[in-house]
């Protein structure tokens, strides 16, 4: 984990899981052709992220004509 990722406490800061998500929520719907911005972002933390490398997985719930609604998860897995 990079160093400059980290908040005072030495956990990952919630705005890098978020924007990660994020990230890999948009390439879910891409993945289906839409071109799409997010609208609305919530994020539930389970747990504190300290190390490790991270990998978040999304995927389409809902493909809506307009709205389409993802769904993903971030976890740390081993090198």
Same mark, same amino acid.
């Given at each position: 984990?990079?160093?400059?990722?980290?908040?005072?406490?030495? %956990?990952?800061?919630?705005?890098?899981? @978020?924007? !990660?998500?994020? /990230?890999? =929520?948009?390439?879910?719907? *891409?993945? %289906?052709?839409?071109?799409?911005?997010? @609208?609305? !972002?919530?994020? /539930?933390? =389970?747990?504190?992220?300290? *190390?490790?490398?991270?990998?978040?997985?999304?995927?389409?719930?809902?493909?809506?004509?307009? =709205?389409?609604?993802?769904?993903?998860?971030?976890?740390?897995?081993?090198?």
């Amino acid at each position: 984990m990079r160093e400059e990722f980290l908040q005072g406490q030495g %956990l990952v800061h919630g705005g890098i899981l @978020a924007a !990660l998500l994020d /990230s890999a =929520l948009g390439q879910a719907v *891409e993945s %289906l052709g839409a071109k799409v911005v997010t @609208a609305e !972002l919530s994020v /539930s933390y =389970l747990r504190p992220v300290r *190390e490790g490398v991270l990998l978040a997985r999304g995927w389409v719930v809902h493909p809506g004509r307009h =709205l389409l609604h993802a769904a993903g998860e971030a976890q740390t897995v081993e090198k």
